[in-house]
């Protein structure tokens, strides 16, 4: 189920919320687990199975691992959970992508395809166990709490299917005990009605006009409708995955959770380094923490830190799908940090302009790596993008002036949303009546457009 | 009240979101439940509907949840008693649109008035009068359907036959393409430049002619296609319309618009040309996973469009012919979202209608 969904909204959150604040605070915790079970199960009504075995096994090695005394036996429970977790993963995610590649180097069906459906949600509850399993055996953490606080922790449903990757230190204490005020209930429905116009107004909008793009089909674009469509899509990207976080957000403080910031205005960043400090905030910080610091860092010589870099950055890409692009797309974020690091990091933090422009530049083209899944078609958008046009443009400049004139107002809202102007107007406007009348409108502008839609893209899909 | 009020100032926005959301339900709930009586009345009065569509009302009301909500709840509560079993009345209504023709060709085809009374046979076998061209089939196993919106009609309509001559651009001079967003595609890309479209995304049959979408240059003003046909005269009508509203109601009512349609294309344009087009298929992937908008209502609605041509005004132009894989669906390699077509295939399509024209009106 979406958050941006009216039976979400309208249905499964105020029961949810009701069933919440009626439970007296001991009882809030199963709450929260049986409804996110629940909500899970509303949309992987099979594998519910797979998410409740994880969180037995890894619990299961979570709790051996704090009784163990010696350094070798948790290891071999460290082992064992990641073992498990990233088998199922490899399983569920990279198995057929895995068997494709086999296949194509022994040049003969080798593997068969598994052709599973991806679980929802798997990469990130995964990564939330393997972060929680980690720190239990480094000793950052001393326990992994009671069953029910660990279960509550994996898949409560606010952050379940799209992250953010909360660490099991950041919400222990409050899943033993958590204050909840009226204030924290508004400000979390603030955020959550910010989120929701974010995926809905802004991205759900700008949406239509890069299926559109993809509609007329790559070969016949003209290079300032491909600069458009990547835009587009750079705004779509963003707006979904910043609201779906803010969403996020808003429901955990809701119920007294401070789950972690995602984004910082990413668009805003003055460098690819800058970026990813900006851009999926707890990925980034998994894989430092738990990839990158662990090999050595930046610790062990240029080579060395070299070689981490490349090897979190492919893993970045892999974890984002499994298919070529994605890795391409990654190690293009690998050569970047590594050149801004080497050579010109130091100027474009300097001149702000300048960071901002090879932001600008690089980041549609690298939205284009990761959301063309074929590697030809890959090839031609960038061609069309550079002004090679192989084939005949048929989306010329008639076009590009009707698209301007039906898709410009929001090009420039969405520009305008993804630099630090929302961020300081809601700061500004904090305990204002203002920011009432504005969430208000934005969420019920939202549930209309939802309603239009009725969860499908019909509305924005016209024949 | 002193709690109110302390409430109000911690959470204002949540109490604001529950009071409209309390006043939307209400507003919502009370006519929704007015509706379902007048749904249920409705049911009692249709005694002659079959069992199956009764059945189906429920199924065709989840349809309308998950699809187009208002549309087609609306359509359907309003309509079931006329979702007959069987083409009857369609059958009656190109009857009743052939005397016109038939009338009306023999002598003065801008004697519209006669469409007005049907039943009256006069014209079809007089004189030098053309005889009206039946469409073909390919036939096909009929598959069971269960859906209120269509049944399996077993036949694929072809294009009318004819001796059509080959064209240049000028030709499309005094043409005008009227469709919903695969004819806007046309008017797009199929490099046609100087000739007429009023094509609109979401455009149906049902709406076609009052749909004031069109900027007219001279008034400024918006309006429809119906006041355009009105005003201007046109030398070629080329229709392609019906994948919207393939979950609006039956293909009996949708012939009937059809139907309508073309009577009043005729009355005003009584010297044009009307080439009406197939509604163009769906991929296979969305012809497998979507219970409305599916290949097989397609053709449904395609067999009853090919029953209003006659050959003399109105030709029927298959140009599924031209897209379609083995199974006669859209080849899935021709479009990105199962529906519309890339850019660059939208040519054949314009080599097609240069190469099938009627080149003078039989008289």
Known sequence: ?463 | MKKWKRAMRQCPLAICILCVWGVLAAGKYLPDLKQQAGQRQAQENAQEVPEELTAYGAYGGALAANRAPELTREELAGKEPELLPEGEPEEDASAALDDGEGAGAGEEPQEASQEEVPGEKSGGAKGGAPEKVKPEYITYDKKKTDSPYYTDPGKIPLTTEYDYVKVSDDYFDDAVFIGDSRMEGMEDYAGLHNTTFFAKPGLTVYDLLDDKFIKDADSGKKVSIGDMLKRHTYGKIYLMVGINELGTGGTDRFAQAYQDVLQKLRKWQPDAVIYVHSIMGVSPAKDKSDPVFNNTNIRDKNYAISKLTDGIHIFYFNIQQLFEDENHALAQELTFDDVHLYAKHYARWTDYLREHAVEEKKQ
Request: with cysteine.
């Open chain 1, 1 to 463: 189920m979406l958050f941006s969904s009216i039976d979400f909204i309208f249905r499964f959150l105020p029961l949810f919320f009701l069933c919440y604040f009626v439970m007296p605070t001991y009882g809030r915790n199963a709450v929260l687990f049986l409804g996110s079970l629940v909500f899970y199960a509303l949309g992987e009504p099979f594998y519910i199975l797979l998410m409740l075995c994880s969180i037995l096994v890894n619990y299961g090695a979570a709790r051996r691992m704090a009784a163990a005394r010696g350094a070798a036996g948790r290891r071999v429970w460290l082992a064992a959970a990641l073992i498990f977790d990233l088998g199922a993963l490899f399983v569920f995610k990279y198995f057929d992508f895995f068997a494709a590649n086999v296949n194509a180097l022994a040049g003969r069906k080798l593997l068969p395809f598994l052709g599973l459906a991806l679980p929802l949600g798997i990469s990130f509850y995964t990564f939330q166990m393997i972060s929680c399993v980690a720190d239990l055996y480094v000793g950052t953490i001393a326990s992994p709490g009671t069953f029910l606080e660990f279960g509550t922790y994996v898949c409560m449903f606010p952050q379940l299917v799209a992250g953010p990757i909360v660490q099991y230190r950041e919400v222990s204490a409050q899943l033993k005990e958590r204050l909840l005020t009226a204030r924290q209930i508004e400000q979390g429905l603030e955020l959550f009605c910010l989120g929701l116009g974010s995926k809905v107004l802004l991205a759900n909008k700008i949406s239509i006009f890069w299926n559109q793009v993809q509609g007329i089909g790559f070969s016949s674009i003209s290079t300032p409708v491909a600069w458009m469509g990547a835009i587009a899509f750079s705004f779509e990207i963003y707006f979904d995955f910043w609201g779906y976080s803010l969403m996020a957000m808003g429901l955990g403080r809701m119920m007294g959770f401070s789950i972690p910031r995602n984004f910082n205005v990413p668009y805003m960043a003055r460098s690819a380094t800058d970026f990813w400090r900006r851009w999926h905030i707890t990925l980034g910080r998994f894989f430092r923490e738990y990839v990158y610091i662990p090999l050595g860092g930046n610790r062990r010589g240029g080579l060395r830190t070299t070689c981490n870099l490349f090897l979190v950055w492919a893993l970045t890409g892999l974890w984002h799908g499994a298919s070529w692009n994605f890795i391409v797309w990654g190690l293009g974020f690998f050569v970047l940090l590594v050149l801004e690091k080497n050579f010109y990091g130091r100027f474009l933090e300097r001149h702000a302009l300048f960071g901002h422009l090879y932001v600008w530049l690089l980041v549609p083209v690298s939205w284009m790596v990761f959301e063309i899944t074929d590697l030809s078609e890959l090839a031609v958008y960038l061609k069309q993008m550079a002004g090679i046009h192989a084939g005949e443009v048929m989306v010329g400049t008639e076009q590009l002036v009707r698209y301007l004139k039906d898709y410009g107002w929001l090009f420039l809202v969405c520009a305008l949303c993804a630099t630090w102007f929302p961020v300081r107007l809601y700061r500004a406007l904090k305990q204002t009546w203002w920011l009432v009348f504005i969430c208000l409108a934005v969420f019920w502008l939202s549930v209309y457009e939802l309603h239009q839609g009725a969860a499908n893209p019909f509305l924005y899909f016209r024949f």
